[in-house]
């Protein structure tokens, strides 16, 4: 009887034994998938390479000599992330793209395009720092830039700026931007696309108002 009892509990320790080296082989092997899986790609956008289509946007930028103040943003803007809102589930929240992000925050984006696109257009911007006497100064402060969901299946990409003109300390003019592109597809490589053309069209709007301005 009591060799009966002896045989069954060896037979239930060794089970308990196989039982645990089973789970150890199982965890082993989980932790090395998670180790050898592939991690989802984190993608990095910029606005891509000038495009001066317009004659006549060369022709009145070429007359433009400015220096550009840097351009200032909400704290919301200040990092690489992509924001997006949706205006059908609580339009006052914005919100990442976890795996999709901007080279750079959103205002040195538009300062290095705006500097890029206008030097290409044949106009001469310095930075204020530069300290270039009797410039007028141009003042750029960025209020939205970010892709709006209308829908599940339809946004666009806004930006919103306000534009100060400043010479000697007096302010000469002001304007306030609202630009805004429809997104080819409801997803963060559309929104990139069309915040690039947003951006764009937002500088030839700024080009054209200061081509209107006495700034030389």
């Known amino acids: ?7 069954l509990t060896g037979s239930g320790n060794n089970f308990c034994r196989a039982a645990k080296l089973s789970l150890t082989f199982i965890v082993i092997g989980m932790l090395q998938a998670c180790v050898s899986g592939s991690p989802t790609a984190s993608l990095s956008y910029d606005f891509g390479p000038i495009n001066i289509e317009h004659n006549e946007e060369i022709e009145a930028a070429s007359k433009i000599t400015i220096s550009l103040a840097d351009i200032s943003a909400p704290i919301t803007l200040d990092s690489n992330a992509m924001l997006y809102r949706l205006l059908y589930d609580n339009a006052q929240l914005l919100r990442p793209y976890a795996q999709h992000h901007w080279s750079m925050p959103p205002a040195q984006l538009f300062a290095q ?10 106009a001469t911007v310095v930075d204020v720092t530069d300290g270039v006497a009797d410039l007028a100064i141009l003042k750029i402060e960025l209020d939205e830039f970010s892709q709006v969901f209308t829908s599940t299946t339809q946004s666009e990409a806004r930006i919103i700026l306000r534009v100060s003109l400043i010479k000697k300390n007096k302010l000469i003019a002001q304007r306030y931007f609202a630009l805004a592109t429809a997104s080819a597809s409801a997803d963060a490589s559309g929104g990139a696309k069309a915040m690039q053309v947003t951006a764009d069209n937002s500088i030839s709007a700024i080009l054209a108002w200061l081509h209107t301005q006495q700034i030389n």
């Not at 395009?113 to 044949?122: L, M, N, Q, V």
């Open 113 to 122: 395009r705006f500097k890029s696109k206008i030097a290409a257009a044949g």
């Open 1 to 7: 009887m009591s060799l009966a009892l002896f045989s």
